[in-house]
């Protein structure tokens, strides 16, 4: 139980990378190598604990949470008026960026002692 609670941010960045890659995969039936890699690196990362590849990833996925904010508050604009699918498509993409972000805080969190 410790084991799993000291790999908790990566184990929760793999499972959102797993989710990307296989929604690609089976919902428009396109092999998505860029979530194919993160999903390796993730994985090596888990094994390994590497701490600069542990602030590499974080760095990245921090970045790309706070893009990925912006891109969902545009498609929640893009709505004529609020619906249900627009909550829904708010509450959901908002949700995996803070799971994002909080995951790469938490990396960093996690390997800040080690590297200094």
Do not use: R
């Not at 908790?8 to 960045?13: F, G, K, Y």
């Not at 602030?55 to 921090?62: D, E, H, P, Q, V």
Request: glycine residues 2%; charged residues 10%.
């Amino acid at each position: 139980m410790k084991k799993a609670l000291s790999i908790l941010p990566e184990l929760l960045l793999l499972g959102l990378s797993t989710y990307w890659f296989l929604e690609n995969w089976f919902g428009i039936q396109y092999f998505n190598s860029f979530a194919f890699a993160v999903m390796m690196v993730l994985i090596f990362q888990i094994i390994f604990q590497n701490k600069y590849i542990a602030f590499t990833l974080a760095s990245l996925i921090s970045l790309f949470s706070i893009y990925m904010v912006f891109a969902v508050i545009s498609e929640f604009h893009d709505f004529p008026s609020v619906t249900s699918e627009a909550l829904q498509l708010l509450s959901v993409g908002l949700l995996f960026c803070f799971l994002m972000f909080a995951s790469s805080f938490l990396l960093v969190y996690k390997f800040l002692p080690k590297l200094f």
